[in-house]
């Protein structure tokens, strides 16, 4: 790339400080052009910048050059006073001097296409500039110092040795090597595989750690969901009235329990209903309720089984409502929760109880976690090769290489090895400016 890049690192607007990014060829005739010469690399210097002769801002310069920077190339950073007013001056200046600015997740694109990263580190950052709870922040820093990279690195080792001793049957057969070479890649191809589906089984946990834990209140009609749901999100974010059918659409509010992420849903009433609006709304409560990673379903004093117990599946929490008029449902009561919304009895032990499941659900994991569906559809494409690879051994050894080929090749697009230009701008579009 011959061209040098810039943009505003720091969020808009009146602040403190506000950091312009730089990155290219151009940054130090950038820099020399600006007033501020060339600071020794990696050490905060003072300077004046100037344009024209008039004074643009006193500054804070960090200077690094490539290659041994984020990007690859040389870089600065221009610590700037936080006023709209100098963050466009010196932008304008830029402009002038013939840089452009950065498109989303350029810095980080460049940082990827210059060997500084791999397209899953790459991932990592943007996945760390989002992060809203320590586990999502955990998560992105160990995919960030290459965790993921290093387990999907080591399948494709295996992948590669058990192609090599396929591959020396098919290019020696007059060759002195011993017989059935190809079958002895048979028990490295089963513990492969026995890897391949252990990842596959965790995939769920990291995309739930880094976008939500999903957690729906199911029930009848005045079953007290979204009594619930207010107690439960700390606000009055639901409308609850004693009229049946109150709820109509889905609710969502965004919680952390426990350090992670977690998406609560208040859902309408269970029921049959000619009440067209209504209808829609029991409708996406089914659905939400069926997508959902743990249901609470809730049931008031006299509340049958109904609709809400098909929708509900093993290891979710039944809740016993409205406590306080003292009595509960029979149904199961010893494994349920009774709460009162209104003294707050049970409250507590249903906070805990959610904690403890999401805990347990997205905690642990041998495999670093698969944080993206395209990661997650690679490996269920390397596993299948691979598996195809295993019968084709008893076949011939040549189906078996190129089944093992096709395998090698989507582990290494995770992490941008080969033929990746296809999703890079589908990766960096979700990037912010300045990174």
Same mark, same amino acid.
């Given at each position: ?132 709870? &320590?586990?999502? =922040? $955990?998560?992105? /820093?160990?995919? @960030?110092?290459?965790? *993921?990279?290093? !387990?999907? #690195? %080591?399948?494709? +080792? ?23 070479? &190809?079958?002895? =890649? $048979?028990?490295? /191809?089963?513990? @492969?595989?026995?890897? *391949?589906?252990? !990842?596959? #089984? %965790?995939?769920? +946990? ?230």
């Amino acid at each position: 790339m011959t061209d040098t890049i810039f943009a505003l690192a720091t969020p808009p607007g009146r602040g403190a400080v506000a950091v312009i990014r730089l990155s290219g060829p151009g940054v130090d005739p950038t820099l020399i052009a600006l007033g501020a010469g060339l600071p020794q690399a990696r050490m905060a210097t003072l300077r004046t910048l100037s344009r024209d002769d008039v004074i643009l801002d006193q500054a804070l310069i960090l200077r690094f050059p490539g290659p041994a920077s984020y990007t690859g190339e040389d870089v600065a950073e221009l610590q700037l006073h936080g006023g709209r007013a100098v963050v466009e001056s010196v932008s304008r200046s830029l402009l002038a001097l013939g840089l452009r600015l950065a498109e989303p997740g350029e810095f980080t694109r460049r940082a990827f296409e210059n060997g500084r990263m791999d397209l899953a580190q790459a991932e990592a950052v943007a996945d760390l500039v989002d992060a809203e709870t &320590a586990a999502q =922040a $955990g998560q992105a /820093l160990g995919q @960030l110092g290459g965790a *993921l990279s290093r !387990a999907y #690195a %080591g399948f494709r +080792r295996d992948l590669l040795k058990a192609l090599s001793l396929i591959e020396a049957e098919i290019d020696f057969p007059d060759e002195e090597v011993p017989d059935g070479l &190809a079958r002895t =890649a $048979g028990p490295l /191809l089963d513990g @492969l595989i026995a890897d *391949l589906e252990t !990842a596959l #089984a %965790g995939a769920a +946990r990291g995309e739930r750690v880094r976008d939500g834990y999903r957690i729906v209140l199911i029930g009848e009609t005045n079953a007290g969901k979204s009594a619930l749901f207010n107690a439960l999100v700390a606000r009055e974010a639901a409308i609850v009235t004693p009229i049946a059918g109150t709820t109509r659409d889905v609710l969502d509010a965004e919680l952390v329990i426990g350090g992670y992420a977690v998406i609560l849903s208040d859902t309408a009433g269970l029921r049959t209903s000619d009440d067209p609006i209504e209808a829609e709304g029991v409708r996406r409560a089914r659905l939400r309720a069926s997508d959902a990673d743990l249901r609470l379903w809730v049931l008031a004093p006299g509340d049958e089984e109904g609709e809400a117990g098909a929708l509900a599946q093993p290891g979710d929490l039944r809740v016993f409502s409205k406590a306080d008029l003292g009595s509960v449902p029979s149904l199961d009561p010893g494994g349920g929760i009774a709460v009162s919304t209104l003294t707050g009895e049970g409250l507590e032990a249903l906070q805990a109880r959610i904690a403890e499941r999401v805990s347990r659900d997205l905690s642990g994991g041998d495999f670093p976690a698969v944080t993206r569906e395209r990661h997650r559809l690679r490996l269920t494409e390397a596993l299948q090769a691979t598996r195809d690879a295993r019968s084709a051994l008893d076949v011939g050894p040549e189906t078996a290489a190129d089944d093992l080929r096709r395998a090698a090749s989507a582990l290494a697009r995770v992490t941008g090895a080969v033929d990746v230009e296809d999703v890079l701008g589908e990766v960096f579009a979700s990037f912010c400016i300045g990174k």
